[in-house]
């Protein structure tokens, strides 16, 4: 254990010297020095002056991309992938709303006769508990009412509005200015019967739906927090827990007290790769 600590002050020092010695190369070499630069991935992005405004319950994927005027309340949730753009209009995601993978939200018109309209520079609102599934658009001036559920890979064209706790079906579109009424379900120029709402709605899953959703997203921002030292950490605790079952138990008297020996051999074994042991 002394040659592991030993090695690992070595290494340090080694890695320190490294940097020292390329310092000294790049004052050298003068304008002529190339230094590699690698592009870190930003979630949030400060657009003219304009930064995202996140609650510091929301969830946002860290391959997620969030940009100029946008504003992200209590427990929503923007998942990987989703591109929100806030460079041309403002957009507001409310409480508990969950923005699936690839859905892209922004004022991109989806025509030349889009881009003259009036609502071509109109917000864009996704409402309380409402969901937009994954690879689904919204454009200028879309507004997703509370509750909604806009299928995966349909398009809400510019000034449309969803109703509350309306359907637009997947890869279902909302034509430009046309209003889904509330708790009706869209499905490509029609509204459908509304017996077949409440039969939908009924058959969402459990996981689907806004509170498991929130619940679900506190989770991956939990992990996305962790340092390298925790994720570690856990590593090494699934190791223990995956090696001890119910017989193992009762054949060796710890039945029962599995988190206290998985606490004491995690702490053994974080002191040996400090080097403690």
Known sequence: MVFRGLAKVTGSLARAAGAVFDGAGRILQGSNAYIERLP??????????????VASSAFVAPTAAVSGD???????????????RGDSVKVTISARAAIH?????????????????????????VGVGSTVGAGAILHAGAVVADGAVVGARAR??????????AVVRPAAVVPAGVVVPPGAVWDNGAVVDAAEVA???????????????????????EEWAKDWEQIENDKIARKFIGMRTEDYGSHTGTLG??????????????????GRA
């Open 40 to 53: 870190r991935h930003t979630a949030l992005l400060a657009v003219r002056g304009q930064t995202p405004r």
């Open 70 to 84: 946008v504003e992200i309340s209590d427990s929503a949730s923007v998942w990987y992938g989703a591109v929100i």
């Open 101 to 125: 993978e690839n859905v892209v939200i922004s004022a991109f018109p989806s025509s030349l006769a889009a881009l003259h309209s009036a609502a071509a520079t109109a917000p864009i609102s």
């Open 156 to 165: 809400i064209l510019e000034g449309a509005r969803v109703g509350a706790a």
């Open 199 to 221: 039969a939908e709605a009924i058959a969402m899953p459990e996981w689907m739906r806004p509170e498991q959703t929130a619940k679900l997203a506190a989770l991956h921002k």
């Open 257 to 274: 007290r599995e988190n206290e020996l998985t606490d004491i051999q995690l702490q053994r074994a974080v002191d040996e790769r400090n």
